[in-house]
């Protein structure tokens, strides 16, 4: 039985002033029955991992190699070594803004699991590929490219997010979200075997919030949600972990 992930990605927002929600969030899900995550930007992921309690602390990116001359970049040791469990990889805004291609998510996934985070693999297609019958050919692409050798069930994490339904209150019927879990389950199986395909957890993410999240929730093959606009709060993220409690 996977347990269920409750992930937030607050994007680029956040301050010092915000860790009074992880303290509240901390506080209404301390009974939570799934895995509560928040990947906040890089400045606040050591408070977020200090302050303890069931809210863990990610990442939203990192970078290919251990460490060097690349000025500006975080790479998954320091993500680590600042208490990140964590790492997602491979978002479509971080496809779109950075020109991050599947070979680029495959060598930051490496990276991630050398230095022991659980990578958390972005997949999902346009409004323009859904329209043109394409959504499982591009998935199952992102996922081949996107993924290395040596999944375990518990260091990957694969979060389907139709580029369409982020951040504007779209969702995809829960039939469509349910093709496209079977389909990842699938393409898990073939390539990692039967027990890493199964143990692998498949985050549904776009417009999940506290009134949908119960209908998504119950779809076969999500295990939780990836969760942006409705994670910045802890009573409306808190709704979210409950859903994904039961
Ligand atoms: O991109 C997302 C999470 O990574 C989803 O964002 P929204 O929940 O704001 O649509």
Redesign the pocket.
Known sequence: MRRKLAAG?W?MNGLQANLSEVRTLNELAKDAQCDVLLCPPAPLIGAIAAEGGVVKAGAQDCHTAVSGAHTGEISAEMLADAGAKYV?LG???RRADMGETDTIVRDKTQAAWTAGLVAIV?VGETLDQREAANTLDIIGGQLAGSIPDGASGLNLVV?Y?PVW????GLTPTTDQIGEVHDFIRTRLERRFGTGVGRSTRILY?????PKNVTEIAAVSNVDGG??????LKAADFNVIVQALST
Do not use: Q
Not at 205 to 209: A, K, T
């Open positions: 990605n994007k997602i978002h479509s805004e972005c979060a997010e339904a982020i951040g504007t993410g776009g417009s999940m919030n990836l969760v942006g606009g409705a994670s």
